[in-house]
């Protein structure tokens, strides 16, 4: 079962536009992980946010939780064409064993 | 370093072949795991590894079995190839002692026919 959906799907903006991405997820967790996947490649690891933080930052990347609503958003500031890209969050659930639990993915396209 | 590598990068396969995927890092890490990538599936945890000698199924293990004779490799098996095997597998490790992100390897694309 998949414990994160990511929203919207798709995400089409103008460079220098900022990209809001969001994440549900539906049991608790020790952490949330937001990942990038450019097109043929493997996923490379943006930001982590444990239970216990609310807001991190990390250059252009902003990341929120709210574990009252289980849901985070992944925010980048000033996008590039170089950000299109698949987004992806993945949930650490409390027990879990370090198995991580990924959505199905946001696919970001950045218009230059 | 070349973290976390991935053999081979394509495949093509007949229904009923076997086949084994070969990962390896060169990072010490004692967590490694293997996952498929489908067409709006995301990610889907195959089998994973919480150090040598150890494995443990995942999300979707049927069909396919792994071992864990090294620290560094982890490796995936099929024994009889299906269609609905054709996919994506990425190859992932992480160290729990240092932080929690999982370092991906660049994938295998197979095709079963």
């Known amino acids: 079962s998949q414990q994160g959906e990511e929203d919207p799907q798709a995400l089409s903006i103008q460079e220098g536009e900022n990209a809001t991405m969001n994440c549900s997820y539906k049991t608790s967790i020790n952490n949330l992980q937001w990942y990038r996947q450019n097109s043929g490649r493997g996923l490379v690891h943006l930001i982590l946010?444990?239970?216990?933080?609310r807001e991190k930052h990390s250059g252009r990347l902003r990341v929120t939780l709210d574990t009252s609503k289980k849901s985070s958003s992944l925010l980048i500031t000033a996008s590039r064409a170089a950000d299109t890209a698949s987004y992806f969050c993945?949930?650490?659930?409390?027990?879990?064993?370090?198995?991580?639990?990924f959505g199905k993915g946001i696919t970001l396209s950045v218009r230059p | 370093n070349a973290g976390v590598t991935q053999t081979p990068k394509f495949r093509v396969l007949k229904t009923g072949q076997s086949m084994t995927l070969l990962c390896a890092q060169d990072m010490n890490h004692e967590y490694m795991y293997w996952y498929r990538q489908d067409p709006g599936m995301g990610l889907r945890l195959i089998h994973y590894s919480v150090g040598e000698g150890t494995t443990a199924k995942g999300e979707v293990p049927d069909g396919y079995n792994v071992s864990r004779l090294k620290k560094q490799n982890f490796l995936l098996g099929l024994e009889s190839a299906a269609p609905s095997q054709t996919s994506v597998y990425f190859c992932?490790?992480?160290?729990?002692?240092?932080?929690?992100?999982?370092?991906f390897g660049p994938g295998t694309r197979l095709t079963v026919t």
């Open positions: 992932a490790s992480t160290s729990m002692r240092v932080s929690y992100e999982q370092y």
């Open positions: 946010i444990r239970s216990n933080e």
């Open positions: 993945a949930t650490d659930a409390t027990g879990a064993n370090s198995k991580l639990t």
